[in-house]
């Protein structure tokens, strides 16, 4: 399909509540999901949300069986999750670095839920639910902040925190992803 442009923070349509998606399995449905992958795909990332290319629905696609932006990082599945609902499985938080596509250049260290269950549908419709930790709920919450308009550095507590994935991470050659 097509590589699209990705917002950039400051973009105003970043910060919009995504609207669900009400139908299933269309041929625009199959093309949006198609042109996320590409794009996120071209540009290294873990995951990307739909209002990062200026769709403003609720849908997300992750997935990676490496990332050479995230060396350490277990895989995750490759999956499309539209109007997805998060739940915490109990208070437990961990820190951990993160980039985003719209965030160019930078990394942060952002609390996260250590365990979640995320709900939601596939293209199909079909209901999807799952019980993850680690990198997963961590790019999982990422990427669905994206529908309520929060980007990572909003999440952040400790903005010393905050810098260039140049400086920080030298050995990594490209941007950050999310």
């Known amino acids: 399909?097509?590589?699209?442009?990705?917002?950039?923070?400051?973009?105003?349509?970043?910060?919009?509540?995504?609207?669900?998606v009400r139908a299933f399995d269309t041929p625009e449905?199959?093309?949006?999901?198609?042109?996320?992958?590409?794009?996120?795909?071209?540009a290294?990332?873990?995951?990307?949300?739909?209002?990062?290319?200026?769709?403003?629905?609720?849908?997300?696609?992750?997935?990676?069986?490496?990332?050479?932006?995230?060396?350490?990082a277990e895989p995750v599945p490759r999956t499309v999750l539209i109007n997805?609902?998060?739940?915490?499985?109990?208070?437990?938080?961990?820190?951990?670095?993160?980039?985003?596509?719209?965030v160019p250049g930078l990394r942060g260290v952002v609390p996260r839920f250590a365990r979640i269950r995320y709900r939601g549908f596939d293209p199909s419709g079909q209901r999807i639910e799952r019980e993850v930790q680690g990198f997963h709920a961590r790019v999982?919450?990422?990427e669905v902040d994206h529908l309520i308009g929060?980007?990572?550095?909003?999440?952040?507590?400790?903005?010393s925190k905050l810098g260039y994935t140049s400086v920080l991470f030298p050995d990594l050659d490209a941007e950050p992803e999310d």
């Not at 399909?1 to 669900?20: C, N, S, T, W």
């Not at 449905?29 to 071209?42: G, K, P």
């Not at 929060?150 to 903005?159: A, G, W």
Request: aromatic share 6%.
């Open 1 to 20: 399909m097509a590589v699209r442009e990705i917002l950039k923070m400051g973009d105003a349509r970043l910060l919009r509540l995504a609207e669900p």
């Open 29 to 42: 449905l199959q093309a949006l999901i198609a042109d996320l992958f590409d794009t996120m795909e071209a």
């Open 44 to 72: 290294n990332g873990a995951g990307l949300a739909a209002p990062q290319i200026g769709e403003n629905l609720q849908l997300v696609i992750f997935g990676f069986s490496n990332n050479a932006r995230y060396p350490d």
């Open 84 to 102: 997805p609902v998060i739940e915490p499985i109990g208070d437990a938080e961990e820190e951990g670095w993160e980039g985003c596509l719209s």
């Open 140 to 142: 999982v919450q990422h």
């Open 150 to 159: 929060r980007l990572y550095p909003t999440r952040m507590r400790d903005m």
